[in-house]
């Protein structure tokens, strides 16, 4: 693969390494989630690396030269920074993870990859990647940094022990990076360059025309993917000789060599596929499977399938077997231009619709597994999943693509239908994965952002109170109190503007509870009698009684006796007209908790009395032996020792050996 990757492309070249790229920017207000650099581990050489011999010596060289002196001069105790550059498709990464395999025994302390830009090409924050590097610490380390947009990129990433080695890819020099010289990558030597066709065609035919394979090479001028891709595509014809590919190659259109070779494969294509390919560009994230790409063309799964691993066999595509499909880096602005000039507006929304559609019924089918429910009747066979681990593992692996298919709807503006209800599912199937309440807290913010964003656009009130009480959620959950706060009352703005009398009561409770766990009763107490107030408005019992309860429970908690047992009388009284007895004990038990701390143990001893009469009422013997509990307290401060042993001793009836602690 000498050099054949692209800038930024998936690969791990001789490594093997997969790529760990962290995800998008950080959303603001709320940690997004980390993602660890992968170790890779160095082995024998990668099948298909050629030459570089050059290139690769002076970077060894470069290791062991001098750095700049610090004050006093004293050696920087900062590690050493190599960096590669060059055009994309000219094999910079492949040439960094090239050296990394051959200079790895160096490093015991661990050898790292991480790409430094996300799925659409944006740089990543240097925070967000320094935390995926926080292993690559505690001594000489050796770390490979892949397409770097910027100078400050690296600000804060080289490793501080003395000995380490950070070795980075950009498409030029970085500015701001101290005692750095960039190794510019240009097309192969000839004689590498003919190796590199011959591994892909045979030998035989190089042999018998070598003067043709020469001319080839020079005529793409040793660029590795313009190479792989001519080389691929004489597979494909076995009776045309390389002096004729050569001379086909010169009269295909566009200038520069990767742009003449892609068109010479291009334009040789079926037309069907030759419109497959140009719409794998529409894939969010770059990642492409076979569902992907049958929705986006409107062909079969099987069909879809076999002309994705025709790509990859003609090097227009990357990937394949256990990895997700991408196009390489370096081919998708030509491909891109390419939908622009010959693919109608509509009929690329068509596609991008078609494609989210088929997401959006592969995530529901997703959730319902994790969720262990049956999928639709009438889904058919591919969109459906064997197993929760195999729903978990496509969830796991799609996410970033899943995630980037969310942000370009929204972003489309005309698709905010699909939109919404893609984002609906991914919140599910996310919900749906236990270990996700804090793993995956920030796609999930972001996700509940982009529906905030579609619902302000559209206004849709509901919409948009329902997207800001999830965010004031997390919020409130992740311990931003004041976040939460401002998003919920945000939310009870547009609740109202939107007569949503049901999402007022939830966020008048939410925002009672957020103060509650901020221990600003007062404000507390208030917003639970808000609450109430909408609820007895609309009638609803049984909210009344939960919310009589909760602000009984921050009355007590204020020492507010009075107050507080007349709340719990009314919660007992609401959930008698209801019928429901076991509730209404634990109120009156709760009740005779008030009046005991109060100083009444006879008004306690009481009530206690009319709550073990509703929870034998209710058969429920756990909440008899608590009532027994509670009234042998009241005996206890009445001075009565004797009888309250004995309600101890029949609440201890009331559970088998062991079912109970003993009292």
Request: with cysteine; glycine share 12%.
């Amino acid at each position: 693969m000498s050099g054949a990757q692209g800038a930024g492309g998936p690969e791990a070249g001789a490594q093997g390494a997969p790529v760990a790229a962290a995800s998008p920017g950080p959303v603001p207000g709320v940690v997004p989630t980390r993602r660890r650099a992968k170790p890779f581990v160095p082995s024998s050489p990668a099948t298909g690396f050629v030459g570089r011999e050059r290139e690769l010596e002076e970077l060894r060289a470069e290791i062991g030269r001098p750095g700049l002196r610090a004050a006093g001069g004293r050696e920087s105790e900062q590690g050493r920074v190599l960096l590669v550059v060059g055009r994309p498709g000219i094999g910079r990464t492949t040439v960094a993870l090239e050296l990394a395999r051959q200079v790895a025994g160096d490093y015991p302390a661990g050898r790292f990859f991480v790409r430094l830009t996300g799925d659409g090409g944006e740089p990543l924050p240097a925070q967000q990647v320094e935390d995926a590097l926080a292993p690559a610490v505690g001594g000489p380390a050796l770390v490979v940094l892949d397409d770097v947009a910027r100078g400050d990129q690296l600000a804060g990433l080289l490793p501080a022990a003395p000995g380490s080695l950070v070795v980075a890819t950009a498409g030029g020099p970085l500015t701001g990076v101290a005692d750095v010289r960039p190794c510019t990558l240009g097309g192969l030597d000839t004689p590498a360059a003919v190796e590199l066709v011959a591994r892909t065609i045979g030998g035989t035919r190089v042999t018998n025309d070598p003067r043709g394979a020469e001319t080839l090479v020079q005529e793409l001028g040793g660029h590795p993917t313009a190479l792989r891709l001519v080389a691929a595509w004489l597979v494909g014809h076995p009776r045309l000789s390389l002096s004729d590919a050569a001379t086909r190659l010169k009269a295909a259109e566009g200038s520069g060599e990767l742009v003449r070779a892609f068109r010479l494969v291009y334009d040789t294509l079926p037309t069907t596929a030759a419109r497959i390919l140009r719409l794998l560009v529409l894939a969010p994230a770059g990642r492409v499977d076979a569902q992907v790409a049958s929705a986006l063309a409107g062909c079969s799964v099987p069909a879809a399938q076999s002309t994705l691993d025709d790509f990859v066999a003609g090097a227009l595509l990357e990937g394949g077997g256990a990895r997700p499909y991408r196009v390489p880096g370096s081919l998708e602005p030509l491909l891109r231009a390419l939908v622009e000039q010959l693919d109608p507006p509509e009929d690329v929304r068509l596609a991008r619709a078609r494609m989210l559609e088929r997401t959006v019924r592969l995530l529901r089918s997703c959730g319902a597994t994790l969720a262990g429910e049956a999928p639709d009747d009438g889904l058919p066979r591919t969109l459906r999943f064997g197993s929760r681990a195999e729903a978990a593992g496509w969830l796991a692996e799609r996410l970033p693509a899943l995630m980037a298919a969310a942000r370009a709807a929204v972003a489309d503006g005309e698709l905010d239908t699909l939109a919404r209800r893609l984002v609906a599912a991914l919140v599910r199937a996310l919900v749906a994965v236990p270990e996700s309440a804090q793993t995956m807290a920030g796609e999930r913010y972001e996700l509940h952002g982009l529906v905030l964003g579609v619902a302000e656009r559209r206004g849709l009130h509901r919409e948009k109170a329902a997207a800001l009480i999830n965010l004031a959620d997390l919020d409130a959950e992740a311990g931003r109190g004041d976040d939460a706060v401002a998003k919920y009352r945000q939310a009870l703005d547009a609740a109202r503007a939107g007569d949503d009398t049901d999402a007022e009561g939830r966020i008048l409770e939410a925002l009672a509870g957020t103060y509650l766990a901020r221990q600003d009763l007062p404000r507390a107490c208030d917003w639970f009698g808000r609450a109430l107030a909408l609820r007895q408005g609309r009638g609803e019992l049984v909210h009344q009684a939960r919310l009589h309860a909760r602000i009984g429970s921050v009355l007590t908690y204020q020492a507010r006796y009075g107050p507080a047992l007349r709340e719990w009388r009314a919660s007992a009284a609401v959930y008698r007209r209801l019928g429901d007895m076991p509730s209404q004990a634990r109120a009156l038990t709760e009740a005779a908790r008030v009046q005991e701390y109060a100083g009444h143990p006879e008004d306690a001893l009481r009530t206690c009395r009319d709550a073990l009469y509703w929870a034998r009422q209710a058969g429920e013997r756990r909440l008899e032996a608590a009532v027994l509990l509670r009234l042998a307290d009241a005996l206890d401060r009445l001075g009565d020792g004797s009888g309250a042993g004995l309600q101890r001793k029949a609440a201890r009836k009331l559970f088998r050996p062991g079912e109970f602690p003993d009292f």
